[in-house]
């Protein structure tokens, strides 16, 4: 099966959101001009093309099924309020350690595994191995104490609780050092275009 975010998106006219009520091959169209954007904003966080192959097929599930929430009349707009969802689901990825399929599951939509050359286009698009050493580079220049919790929290999927135990410190303590440690990371691997946009 070929996908269609892997397809060159035809140029469209600003708002395809707007025309979904009426319209909903607009999606489709929405769909084209994101998806490879919204794959390469996930893969370069998550490092493993099937997480965020996952995460950008629930990205547009929920926009999907919010579409009628947006107001903008830009195209800026539009990105912006996609991209918005996907820093939530991103952000719901992290908390919870997996991707949610309620949207999908709500909407009927298929769940497509991606097949091993698409999964290798996905690495080749995000430039995954020069992500995965600056992960590593920045990782290595946490603490030892905010890199030993991170890597049981996020790598582990270890309980804040089991973490406070293993190291012999407080749960509070072990919840500082996570976020601090995410902060940093988050900081050092945000690009300075990025960084100064914000």
């Known amino acids: 099966m070929t996908l269609r975010f892997l397809r060159t998106p035809s140029p469209q006219a600003a708002t395809l959101l707007s025309r979904v009520p009426s319209d909903p091959e607009a999606f489709g169209d929405f769909y084209e001009r994101y998806a490879e954007r919204v794959l390469r904003f ?5 490092a493993q093309p099937d997480v965020a192959f996952d995460l950008t097929s629930e990205t547009f599930a929920v926009a999907l099924e919010r579409c009628g929430q947006f107001r903008g009349s830009t195209a800026e707009e539009e990105q912006g309020w996609l991209f918005a969802i996907a820093r939530s689901q991103l952000s719901h990825f992290w908390r919870r350690g997996a991707v949610e399929r309620a949207a999908l599951t709500r909407l009927g939509i298929p769940v497509v595994a991606p097949d091993a050359e698409e999964l290798e286009r996905i690495e080749t698009l995000a430039d995954l191995e020069t992500v995965r ?9 946490l603490s030892g104490d905010q890199r030993e919790a991170v890597q049981m929290r996020v790598v582990g999927e270890m309980e804040y609780a089991d973490i406070a135990v293993r190291v012999g410190v407080t ?6 050092r996570v976020s601090r440690g995410l902060r940093t990371l988050a900081t050092d691997l945000t690009p300075a275009e990025l960084r100064d946009a914000g």
Not at 42 to 46: H, K, L, T, W, Y
Not at 171 to 176: F, G, I, L, P, Y
């Open 133 to 141: 050493g600056e992960v590593a580079a920045a990782l290595g220049a």
């Open 171 to 176: 749960e509070d303590v072990v919840r500082a």
């Open 42 to 46: 996930f893969a370069r966080r998550v």
